[in-house]
């Protein structure tokens, strides 16, 4: 009786997790032929199934498939340091990427814990620049105003990836790269990379 009561417990932790990895995953896959909007949904549908999962770590496994499907990494992590790119070396790249990715992902597994279907609301879709389109959407709060956001998104090999997003009028695009300069001012790569190591340690 025991053993039957601690695996259905198992079982039924277990069940929804799963079942949000799959969503989670499936949601990344459907970005192949989609538009701005699309993207944004995915996102936003990630978000809510990684939020029933139990625990950071968890929610990270469901997101990071999500955020690399949604988000053009590769392209704001060389815009941050775009003073820099140019003269690093092909390993430092490929390590400043992976530690911008593992950062990023894990900045979204720790914010966004208690979202649900009603969370998220898209309210306009235009042409930002050439080539590049602007949502604006809203995050309904219970306890204060809805926060505005503004995704930036551009079009890469027949995919919209978001490429920066503004929160309240704040650009976090911006804000690393003031961030990343301000290190790369007094030091190297490798201290950059080690400063995003911990701020992802610290999330977790």
């Not at 199934?49 to 590769?74: K, M, N, S, W």
């Amino acid at each position: 009786m025991r053993l039957q009561t601690s695996f259905g417990r198992f079982r039924a932790l277990i069940v929804p997790i799963a079942a949000a990895l799959v969503a989670a995953t499936a949601a990344g896959q459907e970005l192949a032929a989609g538009t701005p909007a699309k993207t944004v949904d995915t996102l936003h549908r990630g978000l809510v199934e990684a939020a029933r999962a139990a625990g950071i770590d968890e929610r990270y496994r469901l997101l990071q498939p999500v955020i690399v499907a949604t988000h053009d990494l590769q392209y704001i992590a060389e815009f941050s340091i775009r003073r820099q790119w140019p003269s690093l070396g092909a390993d430092e790249r490929r390590r400043f990427a992976a530690a911008f990715e593992e950062l990023s992902v894990m900045t979204y597994a720790s914010r966004f814990t208690g979202v649900t279907e009603d969370t998220f609301q898209v309210a306009d879709i235009a042409q930002s620049t050439v080539g590049r389109i602007q949502i604006t959407a809203a995050i309904k709060r219970s306890d204060a105003a809805d926060l505005p956001l503004e995704y930036l998104l551009h079009e890469r090999d027949g995919t919209w990836k978001i490429i920066n997003i503004v929160a309240d009028g704040v650009s976090d695009l911006a804000l690393k790269r003031a961030e990343y300069q301000r290190i790369l001012a007094d030091g190297s790569i490798d201290d950059l990379i080690a400063h995003l190591e911990q701020q992802t340690d610290r999330l977790r």
